[in-house]
């Protein structure tokens, strides 16, 4: 099955799934596993929580850069659906 997916909201959900996947994401290690910059990263980041995900920076150590994120809620977004397609998001980010 193909799934036709907008580039924009697939790189949201692939992000949604690295952050529930991977140990303490923060941005230079989301940048280092994606090949995405900075930049793209921090905006994917902001526009999160107006999909209804809650996400929320765990801060670790004096800088304010120090910590990583974490999803605490789902919102109306399928984990399991996310990771079940995750290759098909991976083709329409690549292809967007």
């Known amino acids: 099955m193909s799934l036709n997916l907008n580039s924009v909201f697939a790189r949201r959900l692939y992000l949604c799934w690295l952050l529930d996947n991977?140990?303490?994401?923060?941005?230079?290690?989301?940048?280092?596993?994606?090949?995405?910059?900075?930049?793209?990263?921090?905006?994917?980041?902001?526009?999160l929580p107006g999909m209804g995900i809650e996400l929320e920076f765990v801060q670790q150590g004096v800088r304010n850069n120090d910590g990583y994120y974490q999803i605490s809620g789902w919102g109306p977004l399928d984990p399991q659906w996310i990771g079940r397609h995750r290759e098909q998001l991976l083709d329409a980010i690549e292809h967007g």
Not at 42 to 47: C, E, Y
């Open 22 to 47: 991977e140990q303490k994401s923060n941005v230079p290690k989301l940048m280092e596993i994606t090949g995405w910059p900075r930049r793209t990263l921090q905006d994917v980041l902001k526009a």
